[in-house]
């Protein structure tokens, strides 16, 4: 009975010893594979940061051109309100001078009138000098309509040109924020 039982405690620790080195094969298998899994992931991971990077250098390049387009249209438009403000001065300043011109040239036109009464005997003269002044007026008129409507024009100019600079600094603002 003792050599029965010695043979089942060699039976039990031959198996127990087989079930060890089973184990521990598998152990070994599985750390491997948790190796080559982490080694995998790694590369992934690594690979999917220079991408990133990638991307991120690519989209930064992108924004600061974009960025230095618009602040160059900016400035562009800038200039062009600023001409546009000046040459809408320079048309006030014609328009002001071309009213008054008018108003003068009334005032002579009615006090050629009113001589015309005093002197009859003149009439041929005078007749001619108000055909002239008739003539001036009819030009300062239409030099005033012509700057009237350079005038509008300016404004038009002026008023798109706002807008478009609104639009401009609103999406440079949009895209510095980002």
């Given at each position: 009975a003792l050599r029965d039982a010695e043979a089942k405690l060699a039976n039990a620790q031959a198996a127990l010893n087989q079930l060890r080195i089973d184990?521990?094969?598998?152990?070994?298998?599985?750390?491997?594979?948790?190796?080559?899994?982490?080694?995998?992931?790694?590369?992934?991971?690594?690979?999917?940061?220079?991408?990133?990077?990638?991307?991120?250098?690519?989209?930064?390049?992108?924004?600061?051109?974009?960025?230095?387009?618009?602040?160059?249209?900016?400035?562009?438009?800038?200039?062009?309100?600023?001409?546009?403000?000046?040459?809408n001065a320079e048309y006030l300043k014609q328009i002001k001078n071309l009213q008054g011109r008018v108003k003068e040239l009334e005032m002579l036109l009615d006090e050629e009138r009113r001589g015309a009464d005093d002197l009859r005997n003149q009439l041929a003269v005078s007749e001619r000098r108000r055909v002239a002044l008739g003539q001036e007026l009819e030009d300062a008129r239409s030099l005033l309509e012509a700057a009237e409507r350079g005038r509008k024009n300016a404004e038009n100019e002026l008023s798109e040109t706002s807008v478009r600079l609104s639009e401009m600094t609103l999406m440079v603002t949009s895209l510095t924020n980002d």
């Open positions: 184990m521990e094969n598998r152990l070994r298998e599985k750390d491997e594979e948790i190796e080559n899994i982490r080694k995998s992931s790694a590369r992934v991971i690594e690979e999917l940061q220079r991408t990133l990077i990638e991307v991120e250098t690519r989209y930064k390049t992108e924004i600061s051109r974009i960025k230095k387009k618009y602040e160059t249209d900016i400035r562009e438009l800038e200039g062009a309100l600023d001409n546009a403000n000046r040459a």
